[in-house]
């Protein structure tokens, strides 16, 4: 089986949503499919990214075939116009890329072809090619009229939802329900075998051994959203000491340009510094051993739209991997991967109150803070990022043949 992948963003980038598309590129291709990811050129400012592929960037097997095309970088041109005249160049320019990177992809003669760009899904379809579309987010605007004028298109063969939310959203858009199956994202359990134990990684990282660690992994923003760090900060604020230690928040992922406000903010809720550490970006492969480092994995969403009803984050699946008790805010989301007491300890959001008491439960009873991390940890089992690809190709194989 022939597949391509049509991905209309910087690659390689330091953003999760590329990530994502390698991984599932790889799963593919571990599914013994022929996979080409055909992407736009874009500008890289960073000498890191300059410097290196995807696979060596994300630390992927390089067992299918990149290829970019000619692009017009229009997001250079962002930091110079408003955003209400940016929003329509890009949507318009989005549009454009997407039919030509469809003529090129056209070509390929593949059976199946794979984005989760909704420009480049109404190209796809339009033209006849089997297509399958993996739902992010609900679009608005231009975005979802696209969509809606292909949601009974022969040509689309499924959407793949990361939430229920969103695959109730999408039928509510004229798609079929049959056509729309619900997976979450994934994770690589093969980063996790074998690893230290939390004080040998401790002292490879030169962390404390005797004080209690509450961690975050991943970007600190998205999409200019906060992600829970300030709620993360409050509730370290509120801490005593735990289990004879004091505490120290330690988030990893960046931007570091966001760490002025939280230290800022440290400032006024009379923090010291040594409570916090910031840490930027660090490769894929690295972050189980940061996991590792912590006594509790964080995951602090605020209670907006996006983060209740549509997001899968990549950090709850490697929190569980990672086999650490994780406190998670208690959204409708985030329920269909975690229960409360069994594989994590939910809280309510935006609540730094409430977050530091989820804390000290956690920390004070070692025989909870074991379960929760034991359940977790088996449970990860079934979001691979290779059983992930298995169940598309699954839900597709009587429709291809």
Not at 253 to 279: H, I, N, S, T
Not at 297 to 302: E, N
Not at 318 to 345: C, F, K, Q
């Amino acid at each position: 089986m022939k597949l391509v992948y049509l991905a209309n963003m910087r690659l390689p980038t330091e953003k999760a949503h590329g990530y994502q598309v390698c991984k599932m590129c790889e799963a593919f291709a571990a599914n013994d499919v022929e996979v080409t990811l055909l992407h736009p050129y874009r500008q890289q400012h960073d000498p890191v990214l300059q410097e290196k592929s995807v696979f060596e960037y994300y630390g992927i097997r390089s067992i299918f075939k990149v290829r970019t095309l000619s692009n017009w970088d229009v997001v250079r041109l962002e930091s110079f116009a408003l955003k209400s005249m940016f929003r329509p160049l890009f949507f318009t320019h989005a549009l454009v890329w997407g039919f030509y990177a469809t003529l090129v992809a056209r070509k390929e003669g593949a059976d199946l072809y794979y984005t989760r760009n909704s420009e480049v899904a109404y190209w796809l379809v339009k033209l006849g090619l089997p297509t399958v579309y993996e739902a992010h987010v609900v679009p608005k605007q231009g975005q979802r009229l696209l969509l809606q004028q292909i949601a009974r298109h022969p040509a689309l063969q499924l959407v793949v939802a990361l939430t229920s939310f969103i695959k109730e959203r999408f039928v509510s858009l004229g798609f079929p329900r049959g056509k729309i199956i619900v997976l979450p994202d994934g994770v690589d359990l093969r980063l996790f075998e074998n690893l230290p134990s939390k004080e040998e990684c401790r002292r490879q990282l030169e962390f404390p051994l005797d004080r209690p660690i509450i961690g975050y992994i991943g970007r600190f923003r998205t999409m200019e959203m906060e992600k829970g760090i300030p709620e993360l900060i409050q509730a370290v604020a509120l801490l005593p000491e735990l289990n004879e230690g004091e505490p120290l928040l330690l988030c990893v992922g960046g931007p570091m340009d966001a760490v002025p406000a939280y230290l800022e903010l440290l400032c006024k809720l009379g923090v010291p510094e040594e409570r916090v550490k910031f840490v930027d970006r660090v490769p894929n492969s690295e972050i189980p051993y940061w996991i590792r480092t912590f006594d509790i994995a964080a995951a602090a969403f605020p209670n907006t739209e996006h983060y209740a009803y549509f997001m899968s984050p990549l950090k709850l699946f490697e929190y569980m991997a990672a086999g650490v008790p994780i406190i998670a805010t208690d959204l409708p989301s985030i329920r269909e991967v975690l229960r409360h007491g069994e594989n994590a300890w939910l809280v309510q959001p935006e609540s730094p109150e409430a977050l530091a008491e989820g804390i000290c439960v956690v920390m004070e009873n070692p025989g909870v803070a074991r379960r929760l991390a034991e359940h977790a940890r088996e449970e990860a089992e079934k979001y691979t990022w290779e059983k992930r690809a298995a169940s598309i190709l699954t839900f597709l194989e009587g429709i291809i043949k």
